[in-house]
């Protein structure tokens, strides 16, 4: 790869802001609602607001927080007190209809809530910051990314490393064809470990809910089943019914430096090498996903493949170590023509291996715009400024990516995937997974 090509590649690819301008043809909302300075307060909700949640408001602070929504008031109770003067809600809708003022929203609930609550909130003209993986499933995935080019709404999707300093460098020496062409990425992580449980063939024994949960709301679009504190509030992300695992977990941090530096796009084919502990009702203990992606933009096919829970990626040739010694217990490792590098979940600490080739090197100079904390940017967005690198144009397609894994896990042998038609090509049964059925009363 040759440094003249970088600047384009930036605007392709790399620079999500520049795309989502070109994508859409579209202006941030608030310049045509009348805000006349970015200094000027958003007027913001959140829909589910305690653990990520919590943090995810803590985070937009400098904004006014006029509305907070969480079927778990327990749960929600410390941003509750934070925000004494936000009107307090339990089902979105009402406060979407309600609270006309809103400006844009926070979601930070359960994967399978995430279409829902986005899609309410876009289609009433309120930007949205959605937690990974941005849906449940493929189909609202993509449902998601066409209704923010249809209402012109600022998005951003809750993969914070991808405003970080570390992704950049490793674009940017990759780029620079440190390493020459990228042919293997390997990226790894230790859950669901001891984090949530997983290889649970059967669903949990039925518990009353507590006063304090709508247990109803809390379900949502999710198919009918009883309470049990094995679900909620903290462990629903090993159910599929619920969560999508290690991967809508960990993957949209870690496969996404893969996706900017080498402009991934769709891949080709998905494959499930590896499960431990496959059932119907939850992710495995540990699993092997690889995706083939084909030649794009002049770079080489290339293959991504995923290890979760205690299986560990293969070492690097000429690597002495093992992979957790030298890139800890969430990491990746892109291995090119000319030589290899290691980085943290999020692309942070980019450096070469054997360790001894960072002696002398120096990383090339700076050529992606340098972004403010995730959040900040998202906010500066909805404040007329330049689109959030996160937003769905950029992570709706590397969602879509993500959650490929998912009908691999329930369905044997590779599956080849045809994005534009948004089906599995040579496995009908596979497609099933690629869209739920919502329960009675919700919808997209």
Known sequence: MKCTNVTRRIFLMGN?????????????????????????????????????????????????????????????????????NAKKYKDFRVMLEKEKSIDAVTISTPDHIHAPAAMAAMAHGKHVYVQKPMAHSIYETRKMTEAAQKYKVVTQMGIQGHSGEGVRQLCEMIWAGVIGPVREVHSWTDRPGKVWPQGIAKPLKAETPPDYLDWDLWLGPAPERDYNPGYAPRSWRGWWDFGSGALGDMGCHLLDPANWALQLGPPTSVECLRQDGKNDQTGPNS???HYEFPERNGLPPVTVTWYEGSIEPPRPKGIKKNVFEWGGTNGSYFVGDKGCIVCGPNGQNPHLVPEERMKDFTYPEPMIPRASEHHKDWIQACKGGTPAGANFNYSGPFTETVLLAIPAFRCEGKLLWDADKMKFTNNKQANQFLQRKYRKGWSL
Not at 19 to 29: D, Q, R
Not at 51 to 79: H, M, P, Y
Request: glycine fraction near 14%; charged fraction near 15%.
């Open 287 to 289: 699993a092997i996903i």
């Open 16 to 84: 999500a802001a520049a795309m989502s301008v070109c994508a859409t043809g579209s202006i941030p909302s608030l310049v045509r609602m009348g805000y006349r300075s970015p200094n000027e307060k958003l007027n913001l909700a959140g829909i589910g607001v305690g653990g990520q949640g919590g943090g995810d408001v803590a985070n937009c602070a400098s904004e006014n927080f006029i509305a907070l929504c969480d079927v778990d008031w327990n749960r929600a109770g410390k941003t509750f007190d934070r925000h004494p």
